[in-house]
């Protein structure tokens, strides 16, 4: 009894300890991230493309402009609005994003962490796997741990919703919550199908019951947003919704490998929950458990897959993807340790000579604790993997980390540059600048490029484009050596920005393109005068 005392303690010490490692993981991670978290220094192209749909929303413009536009939203309008308003209380919309962002990875934590105890996992198990996900999710894509941008703000509507459910048994006013909670989620982000679909799939195989009420609350509500985004946005939303966009198979698979190359350990890990529904092992319940979270796993993978063969789909596309594979693993975890008592969850306490029910004493202990132990070794290798993965990525993230007061120095003096020769008409392939510096939106050049290489809009919208009366100056991300000026246009549109406007400013940020006519009557850029009240609307 005393050696089944000391195993047991000795499992669940290996159990916090890999817990506690994977905290280390996350927040060597996120430390960087963190303390740029209010710095003007850019962190991708989303960060000012959404500061700027937040500010057309409060401002009262057209969220979703023509679609022969050079601007475009293809995302559904929530988080414009969300992220708009603690802008306003914080003075920035790019800082107010990075908050939600951040906030958001930490709910979505939680949630795992409740769904998990809602199906009776130990709370240290639970634990596990909610920390896994953050030190998954940050050696997988750190740069979205503190980004403006809304995917992890839908995901954190999105996995609430499965917590309702479950934490309040799919009470009528769960269902009803739930499904105002997922539409909320498709709102924001429009591709968040896995999990909804996860949970009919699961509904209609163990909840008969409920099915009908279900699908009737669920599309009732979804009725109801349809009809209401017609009704504020019109027609426009959603053929913008389904903008022009390149598509590959080698995207899909160069997503897939990004995938495999990050987390495909817990990937083969996470088969654990599939063998243990396979073989029928424990109780109902966690049998229940195990074919949900398959079901989410190989919906998420596949969704995923789908969307990454976009052009221009980032890591995002796999979130759903980690989420449940983290869930998996930690379900694949609980099984293990349960396994050692078969159709027990946990031994039965030996008191003096009492035995395990239905099995002999000695035999009984033996089985728990080489399932606890098996199980506390499990959570230890993940632990091991990614702490060997965060220690080589240290030593960049100290240097990136020691490097923020220049890093922003450079970027503000690219910022003001901007704002003294563009004169509020400057057109950024790095958004945030030209949001920073009081630029009108002119231009998407990411939607734009699309739109031009789909041809969606005529080779010559180009050069009616980028001309010196609507635009005084063009901010490329093309880095030292590079021919093109912007990876993200066409040959063609570069050589009519090339023809247009001749390089002013060489630095770290890539090159500002000045126009190369001047006014003749004050010397000032063409159209200098009008964007300079020009504020980021629809119509710009």
């Not at 048994?169 to 269902?175: E, G, I, T, V």
């Given at each position: 009894m005393v050696n089944a005392n000391r195993g047991t303690a000795l499992a669940t010490a290996m159990l916090c300890?890999?817990?506690?490692?994977?905290?280390?993981?996350?927040?060597?991670?996120?430390?960087?991230?963190?303390?740029?978290?209010?710095?003007?220094?850019?962190?991708?192209?989303?960060?000012?493309?959404?500061?700027?749909?937040?500010?057309?929303?409060?401002?009262?413009?057209?969220?979703?402009?023509?679609v022969n536009s050079p601007i475009s939203d293809n995302y559904p309008p929530l988080s414009f609005y969300i992220v708009g308003a603690l802008g306003r209380l914080i003075g920035d919309n790019i800082f107010a994003g990075r908050l939600l962002a951040l906030l958001s990875l930490l709910a979505v934590a939680f949630n795992l962490f409740v769904w998990l105890r809602r199906w009776q996992v130990s709370r240290a198990v639970a634990a596990f796997g909610a920390t896994l996900?953050?030190?998954?999710?940050?050696?997988?894509?750190?740069?979205?741990?503190?980004?403006?941008?809304?995917?992890?703000?839908?995901?954190?509507?999105?996995?609430?919703?499965?917590?309702?459910?479950?934490?309040?048994?799919?009470?009528?006013?769960?269902?009803?919550?739930?499904?105002?909670?997922?539409?909320?989620?498709?709102?924001?982000?429009?591709?968040?199908?896995?999990?909804?679909?996860?949970?009919?799939?699961?509904?209609a195989l163990y909840r008969k019951e409920i099915l009908v009420r279900w699908l009737i609350t669920a599309v009732s509500v979804l009725a109801v947003a349809l009809a209401a985004l017609y009704y504020t946005q019109g027609a426009i939303f959603f053929h913008d919704l389904a903008s022009s966009r390149l598509y590959s198979r080698l995207l899909a698979?160069?997503?897939?490998?990004?995938?495999?190359?990050?987390?495909?350990?817990?990937?083969?890990?996470?088969?654990?929950?599939?063998?243990?529904?396979?073989?029928?092992?424990?109780?109902?319940?966690?049998?229940?458990?195990?074919?949900?979270?398959?079901?989410?796993?190989?919906?998420?993978?596949?969704?995923?897959?789908?969307?990454?063969?976009?052009?221009?789909?980032?890591?995002?596309?796999?979130?759903?993807?980690?989420?449940?594979?983290?869930?998996?693993?930690?379900?694949?975890?609980?099984?293990?340790?349960?396994?050692g008592v078969g159709r027990y969850a946990a031994p039965t306490p030996v008191v003096g000579r009492a035995m395990l029910p239905g099995v002999g004493a000695t035999g009984g202990v033996a089985r728990w604790l080489t399932g606890a132990l098996a199980a506390?070794?499990?959570?230890?290798?993940?632990?091991?993997?990614?702490?060997?993965?965060?220690?080589?990525?240290?030593?960049?993230?100290?240097?990136?980390?020691?490097?923020?007061d220049a890093r922003e120095a450079s970027a503000l003096r690219v910022i003001n540059d901007i704002r003294r020769l563009g004169g509020g008409a400057a057109a950024c392939e790095e958004l945030s600048l030209c949001y920073w510096a009081g630029s009108a939106f002119k231009v998407d050049f990411f939607n734009y490029g699309q739109k031009l290489a789909t041809s969606a809009l005529p080779a010559t919208d180009c050069a009616e484009t980028f001309t010196a009366a609507s635009i005084s100056l063009v901010q490329v991300n093309s880095p030292h050596g590079e021919p093109r000026l912007s990876f993200?246009?066409?040959?063609?549109?570069?050589?009519?920005?090339?023809?247009?406007?001749?390089?002013?400013?060489?630095?770290?940020?890539?090159?500002?393109?000045?126009?190369?006519?001047?006014?003749?009557?004050?010397?000032?850029?063409?159209?200098?005068?009008?964007?300079?009240?020009?504020?980021?609307?629809?119509?710009?």
């Open positions: 300890v890999a817990t506690a490692g994977l905290a280390v993981v996350w927040l060597s991670a996120v430390v960087g991230p963190a303390y740029t978290l209010f710095r003007w220094i850019p962190n991708g192209y989303n960060e000012g493309w959404n500061a700027y749909w937040a500010e057309v929303a409060w401002r009262g413009g057209a969220l979703y402009p023509a996900f953050l030190a998954a999710f940050s050696t997988y894509a750190p740069a979205y741990m503190t980004m403006n941008d809304p995917q992890l703000l839908a995901h954190a509507f999105m996995i609430t919703s499965v917590t309702v459910l479950w934490r309040f048994d799919f009470s009528r006013k769960a269902l009803a919550a739930a499904a105002v909670l997922m539409v909320a989620a498709g709102c924001v982000k429009h591709l968040l199908i896995a999990l909804p679909l996860a949970v009919t799939v699961w509904i698979e160069s997503g897939l490998w990004r995938v495999w190359e990050s987390v495909g350990f817990l990937i083969v890990l996470g088969m654990v929950a599939g063998i243990a529904f396979a073989l029928r092992v424990g109780r109902r319940e966690v049998r229940e458990q195990a074919a949900f979270v398959l079901l989410y796993l190989v919906l998420a993978a596949g969704v995923g897959a789908l969307a990454a063969s976009g052009k221009g789909v980032d890591r995002n596309a796999f979130f759903d993807f980690l989420i449940a594979v983290s869930l998996a693993v930690a379900v694949g975890v609980e099984q293990i340790r349960a396994r506390a070794a499990v959570a230890a290798g993940c632990c091991i993997v990614l702490l060997i993965g965060a220690a080589r990525q240290w030593p960049a993230r100290w240097h990136l980390l020691q490097q923020t993200r246009l066409p040959a063609g549109c570069n050589a009519a920005i090339a023809r247009t406007y001749s390089l002013a400013i060489k630095n770290s940020h890539g090159r500002l393109m000045l126009a190369a006519r001047r006014s003749a009557s004050d010397g000032r850029l063409p159209g200098e005068e009008a964007a300079k009240h020009a504020q980021p609307t629809a119509e710009d």
